[in-house]
Protein backbone atom coordinates (compact mmCIF):
# COMPACT_ATOMS: atom_id res chain seq x y z
CA UNK A 1 0.00 0.00 0.00
CA UNK A 2 2.70 2.70 0.49
CA UNK A 3 4.17 1.86 -2.65
CA UNK A 4 1.21 2.55 -4.68
CA UNK A 5 0.69 5.50 -2.31
CA UNK A 6 4.37 6.73 -3.01
CA UNK A 7 3.24 6.42 -6.94
CA UNK A 8 0.46 8.45 -6.53
CA UNK A 9 2.04 10.90 -4.74
CA UNK A 10 4.52 11.16 -7.31
CA UNK A 11 2.03 10.97 -10.53
CA UNK A 12 -0.04 14.02 -9.13
CA UNK A 13 2.94 15.75 -8.41
CA UNK A 14 4.53 15.59 -12.16
CA UNK A 15 0.90 16.39 -13.17
CA UNK A 16 1.31 19.57 -11.83
CA UNK A 17 4.70 20.31 -13.55
CA UNK A 18 3.13 21.48 -16.63
CA UNK A 19 4.01 24.80 -18.74
CA UNK A 20 2.30 25.91 -21.37
CA UNK A 21 -0.75 24.53 -21.28
CA UNK A 22 -3.44 27.13 -21.80
CA UNK A 23 -4.39 25.88 -25.11
CA UNK A 24 -4.59 22.33 -24.10
CA UNK A 25 -8.22 21.12 -23.74
CA UNK A 26 -9.18 17.42 -21.92
CA UNK A 27 -5.90 17.30 -20.03
CA UNK A 28 -5.26 13.43 -18.07
CA UNK A 29 -1.94 14.22 -16.82
CA UNK A 30 -2.45 12.63 -13.70
CA UNK A 31 -4.11 9.79 -15.36
CA UNK A 32 -1.12 9.61 -17.33
CA UNK A 33 1.51 9.61 -14.74
CA UNK A 34 -0.14 7.07 -13.05
CA UNK A 35 -0.35 4.78 -15.75
CA UNK A 36 3.33 5.10 -16.91
CA UNK A 37 4.48 4.71 -13.29
CA UNK A 38 2.37 1.18 -13.91
CA UNK A 39 3.85 0.47 -17.53
CA UNK A 40 7.29 0.47 -15.95
CA UNK A 41 6.23 -1.72 -12.97
CA UNK A 42 4.98 -3.97 -16.24
CA UNK A 43 8.86 -3.77 -17.84
CA UNK A 44 10.56 -4.93 -14.88
CA UNK A 45 11.51 -8.32 -15.79
CA UNK A 46 13.50 -10.60 -13.21
CA UNK A 47 16.71 -11.84 -14.49
CA UNK A 48 16.71 -9.69 -18.07
CA UNK A 49 20.07 -6.99 -18.39
CA UNK A 50 18.06 -4.15 -19.07
CA UNK A 51 18.84 -0.73 -20.32
CA UNK A 52 16.75 2.22 -19.29
CA UNK A 53 16.96 5.78 -21.31
CA UNK A 54 15.21 8.99 -19.31
CA UNK A 55 12.64 6.68 -16.92
CA UNK A 56 11.51 9.12 -13.91
CA UNK A 57 13.58 8.75 -10.66
CA UNK A 58 10.89 8.22 -9.27
CA UNK A 59 9.77 4.93 -11.39
CA UNK A 60 13.11 3.23 -11.65
CA UNK A 61 12.50 1.05 -8.25
CA UNK A 62 10.40 -1.27 -10.12
CA UNK A 63 13.74 -2.21 -12.14
CA UNK A 64 15.62 -3.33 -9.38
CA UNK A 65 14.86 -7.05 -9.53
CA UNK A 66 16.83 -7.03 -13.06
CA UNK A 67 19.70 -8.98 -13.61
CA UNK A 68 21.89 -5.87 -14.51
CA UNK A 69 20.87 -2.39 -14.83
CA UNK A 70 21.92 0.02 -17.31
CA UNK A 71 21.13 3.93 -16.52
CA UNK A 72 21.00 6.79 -18.82
CA UNK A 73 19.40 10.15 -18.50
CA UNK A 74 19.02 13.36 -20.53
CA UNK A 75 15.77 14.72 -19.14
CA UNK A 76 15.82 14.73 -15.90
CA UNK A 77 18.38 16.01 -12.66
CA UNK A 78 19.55 12.99 -10.59
CA UNK A 79 21.42 15.63 -7.76
CA UNK A 80 17.86 14.22 -4.92
CA UNK A 81 17.68 10.38 -6.53
CA UNK A 82 20.49 8.00 -5.28
CA UNK A 83 20.29 4.77 -7.68
CA UNK A 84 21.33 1.30 -6.07
CA UNK A 85 25.19 0.68 -6.33
CA UNK A 86 25.42 -2.13 -8.54
CA UNK A 87 23.73 -0.22 -11.17
CA UNK A 88 26.10 1.32 -14.44
CA UNK A 89 24.71 5.42 -14.36
CA UNK A 90 25.66 7.68 -17.05
CA UNK A 91 23.93 11.33 -17.64
CA UNK A 92 24.34 10.76 -21.92
CA UNK A 93 22.32 10.82 -24.54
CA UNK A 94 20.92 7.26 -25.82
CA UNK A 95 22.49 8.05 -29.03
CA UNK A 96 25.79 7.89 -27.10
CA UNK A 97 25.93 4.53 -25.81
CA UNK A 98 28.96 3.10 -27.67
CA UNK A 99 30.95 6.20 -26.22
CA UNK A 100 34.35 5.09 -24.04
CA UNK A 101 33.34 7.74 -21.58
CA UNK A 102 36.91 7.88 -19.89
CA UNK A 103 38.35 8.23 -22.89
CA UNK A 104 36.40 11.61 -24.30
CA UNK A 105 36.91 12.52 -21.41
CA UNK A 106 40.77 12.00 -21.33
CA UNK A 107 40.88 14.08 -24.30
CA UNK A 108 39.02 16.55 -23.18
CA UNK A 109 41.14 17.16 -20.84
CA UNK A 110 44.83 16.70 -22.76
CA UNK A 111 43.54 18.89 -26.39
CA UNK A 112 42.81 22.31 -26.84
CA UNK A 113 41.91 21.38 -30.27
CA UNK A 114 38.21 21.35 -31.07
CA UNK A 115 38.68 19.11 -34.06
CA UNK A 116 40.40 16.40 -31.58
CA UNK A 117 37.56 16.48 -29.19
CA UNK A 118 35.16 16.13 -31.72
CA UNK A 119 36.91 13.02 -33.53
CA UNK A 120 36.62 11.43 -29.99
CA UNK A 121 33.34 11.48 -30.02
CA UNK A 122 32.06 10.13 -33.35
CA UNK A 123 35.27 7.46 -33.56
CA UNK A 124 34.47 3.80 -33.15
CA UNK A 125 35.24 2.40 -29.87
CA UNK A 126 37.36 -0.59 -28.64
CA UNK A 127 35.22 -0.29 -25.74
CA UNK A 128 31.86 1.00 -25.89
CA UNK A 129 30.05 1.69 -23.02
CA UNK A 130 27.07 -1.04 -23.42
CA UNK A 131 28.55 -3.62 -26.01
CA UNK A 132 26.55 -5.10 -28.97
CA UNK A 133 23.80 -7.44 -28.52
CA UNK A 134 24.59 -7.17 -24.96
CA UNK A 135 20.83 -5.89 -23.78
CA UNK A 136 17.43 -7.87 -23.65
CA UNK A 137 15.25 -5.53 -22.94
CA UNK A 138 15.52 -1.32 -23.63
CA UNK A 139 12.67 0.74 -21.87
CA UNK A 140 13.01 4.78 -23.33
CA UNK A 141 9.65 5.95 -22.59
CA UNK A 142 8.65 9.10 -24.89
CA UNK A 143 11.73 8.88 -27.20
CA UNK A 144 10.03 9.32 -30.06
CA UNK A 145 8.76 12.84 -28.50
CA UNK A 146 12.23 13.99 -27.56
CA UNK A 147 15.00 15.40 -28.96
CA UNK A 148 15.82 16.60 -32.95
CA UNK A 149 15.67 14.01 -35.73
CA UNK A 150 19.05 13.40 -35.74
CA UNK A 151 19.10 12.54 -32.12
CA UNK A 152 16.30 9.91 -32.45
CA UNK A 153 17.50 8.44 -35.65
CA UNK A 154 21.11 8.08 -33.53
CA UNK A 155 19.34 6.54 -30.42
CA UNK A 156 17.10 4.19 -32.41
CA UNK A 157 20.80 2.61 -33.91
CA UNK A 158 22.26 2.40 -30.79
CA UNK A 159 19.28 0.72 -29.50
CA UNK A 160 19.45 -1.54 -32.19
CA UNK A 161 23.18 -2.19 -32.09
CA UNK A 162 22.72 -3.11 -28.10
CA UNK A 163 19.31 -5.54 -28.28
CA UNK A 164 20.57 -9.24 -28.44
CA UNK A 165 18.66 -11.32 -30.97
CA UNK A 166 15.27 -11.50 -29.06
CA UNK A 167 15.92 -8.65 -27.27
CA UNK A 168 13.21 -5.46 -27.55
CA UNK A 169 12.36 -1.82 -27.45
CA UNK A 170 9.94 -0.68 -24.92
CA UNK A 171 8.44 3.06 -25.01
CA UNK A 172 5.47 5.17 -24.83
CA UNK A 173 4.64 7.42 -27.23
CA UNK A 174 2.01 10.41 -27.70
CA UNK A 175 0.79 10.24 -31.12
CA UNK A 176 -1.43 12.91 -33.34
CA UNK A 177 -4.61 12.16 -34.76
CA UNK A 178 -3.86 14.77 -37.75
CA UNK A 179 -0.46 17.09 -38.19
CA UNK A 180 0.40 19.22 -35.67
CA UNK A 181 2.25 22.40 -36.29
CA UNK A 182 5.74 23.00 -33.15
CA UNK A 183 4.32 22.14 -30.80
CA UNK A 184 6.99 21.86 -27.28
CA UNK A 185 5.31 20.64 -24.00
CA UNK A 186 6.89 19.74 -20.54
CA UNK A 187 4.21 16.90 -20.54
CA UNK A 188 4.30 14.78 -16.65
CA UNK A 189 8.53 15.83 -16.57
CA UNK A 190 9.35 15.12 -20.34
CA UNK A 191 10.38 18.16 -22.79
CA UNK A 192 8.46 16.85 -25.36
CA UNK A 193 9.37 18.30 -28.57
CA UNK A 194 7.35 16.80 -31.46
CA UNK A 195 4.43 14.53 -31.94
CA UNK A 196 4.55 12.06 -34.49
CA UNK A 197 0.98 11.07 -36.23
CA UNK A 198 -0.32 7.44 -35.05
CA UNK A 199 0.49 5.93 -38.75
CA UNK A 200 3.97 6.89 -39.31
CA UNK A 201 5.21 5.62 -35.92
CA UNK A 202 5.74 2.12 -36.95
CA UNK A 203 7.68 3.05 -40.42
CA UNK A 204 9.52 4.84 -38.63
CA UNK A 205 11.15 2.15 -36.79
CA UNK A 206 11.05 -0.71 -39.45
CA UNK A 207 13.01 2.03 -41.05
CA UNK A 208 15.51 1.55 -38.12
CA UNK A 209 15.65 -1.76 -38.03
CA UNK A 210 12.70 -3.55 -35.92
CA UNK A 211 9.79 -5.45 -36.78
CA UNK A 212 7.00 -6.78 -35.00
CA UNK A 213 5.90 -3.24 -33.86
CA UNK A 214 3.19 -3.26 -31.70
CA UNK A 215 0.99 -0.24 -30.15
CA UNK A 216 -1.24 -0.19 -27.40
CA UNK A 217 -3.29 2.41 -25.84
CA UNK A 218 -2.38 3.41 -22.18
CA UNK A 219 -5.99 5.68 -21.61
CA UNK A 220 -9.48 5.28 -23.25
CA UNK A 221 -9.12 8.78 -24.42
CA UNK A 222 -6.49 11.68 -25.81
CA UNK A 223 -4.53 12.54 -23.24
CA UNK A 224 -5.32 16.35 -24.11
CA UNK A 225 -5.80 17.91 -27.38
CA UNK A 226 -4.45 20.67 -29.06
CA UNK A 227 -5.92 23.32 -31.56
CA UNK A 228 -8.17 20.33 -32.24
CA UNK A 229 -5.02 18.21 -32.47
CA UNK A 230 -5.68 14.88 -30.20
CA UNK A 231 -2.82 13.52 -28.43
CA UNK A 232 -3.28 9.87 -27.47
CA UNK A 233 -0.68 7.84 -25.31
CA UNK A 234 0.56 4.46 -26.44
CA UNK A 235 3.12 2.25 -24.89
CA UNK A 236 4.97 0.82 -28.18
CA UNK A 237 6.92 -2.34 -28.79
CA UNK A 238 9.74 -3.58 -31.28
CA UNK A 239 12.09 -6.51 -31.76
CA UNK A 240 14.79 -6.92 -33.06
CA UNK A 241 16.69 -10.34 -34.59
CA UNK A 242 15.61 -10.69 -38.34
CA UNK A 243 18.89 -9.56 -39.75
CA UNK A 244 21.09 -12.08 -41.23
CA UNK A 245 21.66 -14.51 -44.54
CA UNK A 246 18.65 -16.68 -45.35
CA UNK A 247 19.32 -20.50 -45.29
CA UNK A 248 16.62 -22.80 -46.03
CA UNK A 249 16.01 -26.17 -43.56
CA UNK A 250 12.68 -26.96 -45.41
CA UNK A 251 10.63 -25.24 -42.68
CA UNK A 252 7.08 -24.21 -43.54
CA UNK A 253 4.88 -21.23 -41.61
CA UNK A 254 1.18 -21.88 -41.46
CA UNK A 255 -0.73 -18.48 -39.70
CA UNK A 256 -3.57 -19.79 -37.87
CA UNK A 257 -5.88 -16.53 -38.27
CA UNK A 258 -7.90 -14.81 -36.61
CA UNK A 259 -7.20 -12.52 -40.19
CA UNK A 260 -7.46 -14.10 -43.74
CA UNK A 261 -3.78 -13.17 -44.54
CA UNK A 262 -1.33 -11.10 -42.58
CA UNK A 263 1.71 -9.30 -43.67
CA UNK A 264 4.92 -9.19 -41.85
CA UNK A 265 7.71 -6.13 -41.29
CA UNK A 266 9.63 -7.90 -44.40
CA UNK A 267 6.97 -7.99 -46.68
CA UNK A 268 6.19 -11.58 -46.81
CA UNK A 269 1.89 -12.48 -47.17
CA UNK A 270 1.17 -15.45 -44.62
CA UNK A 271 -2.72 -16.80 -45.72
CA UNK A 272 -4.28 -18.40 -42.84
CA UNK A 273 -4.32 -22.04 -43.47
CA UNK A 274 -1.33 -22.07 -45.88
CA UNK A 275 1.92 -23.84 -45.56
CA UNK A 276 4.56 -20.31 -46.43
CA UNK A 277 8.09 -21.64 -47.39
CA UNK A 278 10.22 -19.43 -44.68
CA UNK A 279 14.02 -19.46 -44.35
CA UNK A 280 15.55 -21.09 -40.71
CA UNK A 281 15.82 -17.80 -39.45
CA UNK A 282 12.11 -15.89 -39.91
CA UNK A 283 10.99 -19.58 -38.50
CA UNK A 284 13.22 -18.85 -35.37
CA UNK A 285 11.26 -15.73 -35.20
CA UNK A 286 8.00 -16.36 -35.89
CA UNK A 287 8.20 -19.18 -32.73
CA UNK A 288 9.25 -16.05 -30.34
CA UNK A 289 6.93 -13.03 -29.29
CA UNK A 290 5.11 -11.46 -30.59
CA UNK A 291 4.36 -13.96 -32.81
CA UNK A 292 4.29 -16.74 -30.74
CA UNK A 293 0.67 -18.56 -31.06
CA UNK A 294 -0.39 -17.39 -34.28
CA UNK A 295 1.59 -19.72 -36.54
CA UNK A 296 2.68 -22.74 -36.68
CA UNK A 297 5.97 -24.00 -37.48
CA UNK A 298 5.85 -27.30 -39.56
CA UNK A 299 10.03 -28.37 -39.63
CA UNK A 300 11.01 -30.97 -42.38
CA UNK A 301 11.37 -34.62 -41.90
CA UNK A 302 14.76 -34.37 -43.12
CA UNK A 303 16.24 -30.69 -41.74
CA UNK A 304 19.64 -30.37 -43.17
CA UNK A 305 22.36 -29.27 -40.86
CA UNK A 306 22.30 -25.07 -41.03
CA UNK A 307 25.92 -24.76 -42.39
CA UNK A 308 24.82 -27.36 -45.29
CA UNK A 309 21.34 -26.07 -45.67
CA UNK A 310 20.91 -24.36 -49.24
CA UNK A 311 20.10 -20.10 -49.51
CA UNK A 312 16.20 -19.47 -49.28
CA UNK A 313 15.18 -16.85 -52.41
CA UNK A 314 13.13 -14.06 -49.39
CA UNK A 315 12.46 -11.83 -52.42
CA UNK A 316 8.90 -14.01 -53.02
CA UNK A 317 6.16 -16.02 -51.50
CA UNK A 318 5.70 -19.77 -52.12
CA UNK A 319 3.78 -22.28 -50.93
CA UNK A 320 6.17 -25.31 -49.23
CA UNK A 321 4.07 -28.81 -50.82
CA UNK A 322 3.82 -31.02 -48.02
CA UNK A 323 5.92 -33.53 -50.66
CA UNK A 324 9.10 -31.09 -49.47
CA UNK A 325 8.46 -31.41 -45.73
CA UNK A 326 8.18 -35.12 -46.13
CA UNK A 327 11.47 -35.46 -48.31
CA UNK A 328 9.69 -37.04 -51.41
CA UNK A 329 11.35 -34.40 -53.62
CA UNK A 330 13.64 -31.42 -52.82
CA UNK A 331 13.57 -28.25 -51.68
CA UNK A 332 12.16 -26.22 -53.86
CA UNK A 333 12.61 -22.51 -52.42
CA UNK A 334 16.21 -22.22 -51.69
CA UNK A 335 17.10 -21.23 -55.12
CA UNK A 336 18.68 -17.95 -54.48
CA UNK A 337 22.18 -17.30 -56.06
CA UNK A 338 23.32 -14.63 -53.33
CA UNK A 339 22.64 -14.42 -49.97
CA UNK A 340 19.85 -13.02 -49.21
CA UNK A 341 18.83 -10.62 -45.94
CA UNK A 342 15.55 -10.34 -45.07
Known sequence: MNKMANLMETAARLAAQQHGLDDVMDWQGPQLATRLAKWCEDQAEAGEHIV??????????????????????????????????????????????????????????????????????????????????TTDRVVAPFLLNMGDARQRQ??????????????????????????????????????????????????????AGFHGVRLTPLLDGPVMTVDGVELRAFALSAFTGTKGVCLDQGDAAIYLGPWSEVTDDDGHTYPRGVRIAVCAKTAAVLRRPPYAGFFVIVPAYQSPPLEEAPLFDCSRDVVRPAAETKGRVGLAAGCCDEGCDC
Open 52 to 133: LADVAPANCSAFEKAASVTATWSAFVLDDAPMPESWCVSRRYLGDLGLDEEAVLMAARQTGDLKALRDALVAPSDTPWIGSA
Open 154 to 207: AALAEVVRILNMTGHFESVVLAADEPLSECHRTVIGYPLMRFPLEHAIAGELTQ
